[in-house]
C-alpha cells in the first residue's frame, strides 16, 4: 500500500509503519520460540509475565469489530502493562539475546503505538471536516461517536448498513418474495 495512489500520504505512512513493525515483532517472538525450544532459555516468570500479556492483546484484538472506542482503551491499558512488566524485568532476563527480543518487542508496540495514533488522529479529522459519508456524523452522534461506531446501524436504526448477515438475510427474504409470486402466477 505504500504506492497506492488511493490512500493518502498520512495512511501510506502508517500502513508502512505497521509493516515495519510487524516485521520486527514476529521475528522476536518466534526467536523466543525457538531459544524456548532449543533450551537456550529458561521459562521462568520473568519471561512467561510478558509472554502472557501478549496473548492478551491478541484475546482481545476482535473486541475492536464490536466497538473500538472499548478496544482502544483496552489495548492502551494492556500495553501499559506490557512494557511496565518488560521494562520491570529486564534484568532478570537471562540470555542477552532475549534483552535483544525484549528491546524488538518494546520498538515495534511503540511504532504500532504512534502509527495507530496519528491514523486514528487523520480518520477523526478527516470524519469531522471533509464529512465523510462512511463514517458521517449525525445530529445525535459527534464526529469522535461516528468514528468509534461499528457502523452496524444507519440514521433511522432500522436496518443495517455494513453487516453481511443482515445482507443475507435480506437477499433471502428477498427471494421468498419472488419464488412466492412465480407460484401465484403459476396457479392463475
Given amino acids: ?9 498520512i495512511k501510506r505512512g502508517c500502513l508502512f509503519a505497521d509493516a515495519l513493525a510487524t516485521v520486527i515483532h514476529h521475528p522476536s517472538a518466534a526467536l523466543t520460540i525457538c ?26 484484538s476482535l473486541l475492536k469489530y464490536f466497538h473500538r472506542f472499548l478496544y482502544i482503551g483496552v489495548q492502551i491499558l494492556l500495553e501499559i502493562w506490557l512494557e511496565w512488566t518488560i521494562l520491570s524485568n529486564y534484568e532478570h532476563l537471562n ?27 487523520r480518520e477523526l ?8 459519508k462512511v463514517k458521517k456524523a449525525t445530529k445525535r452522534k459527534s464526529a469522535f461517536e461516528a468514528f468509534c461506531d461499528t457502523g452496524k446501524w444507519d440514521d433511522d436504526e432500522t436496518s443495517y448498513i ?3 448477515v443482515a445482507d443475507n438475510m435480506k ?11 412465480d407460484e401465484r402466477d403459476v396457479e392463475s
Fill in 1 to 9: 500500500s505504500l504506492y497506492d495512489l488511493k490512500k493518502d500520504k
Fill in 162 to 164: 455494513q453487516d453481511p
Fill in 35 to 60: 531459544m524456548a525450544n532449543t533450551g537456550t532459555l529458561q521459562l521462568d516468570r520473568y519471561v512467561f509475565d510478558a509472554i502472557i500479556i501478549l496473548c492478551l492483546q491478541h484475546m482481545v
Fill in 95 to 121: 540470555h542477552w539475546t532475549l534483552e535483544m527480543v525484549a528491546c524488538g518487542i518494546l520498538v515495534s508496540h511503540w511504532i504500532w503505538f504512534i502509527s495507530s495514533s496519528v491514523d486514528f488522529f
Fill in 125 to 132: 479529522l478527516k470524519a469531522n471536516f471533509n464529512k465523510t
Fill in 171 to 181: 437477499i433471502v427474504a428477498l427471494e421468498d418474495k419472488w419464488e412466492d409470486n
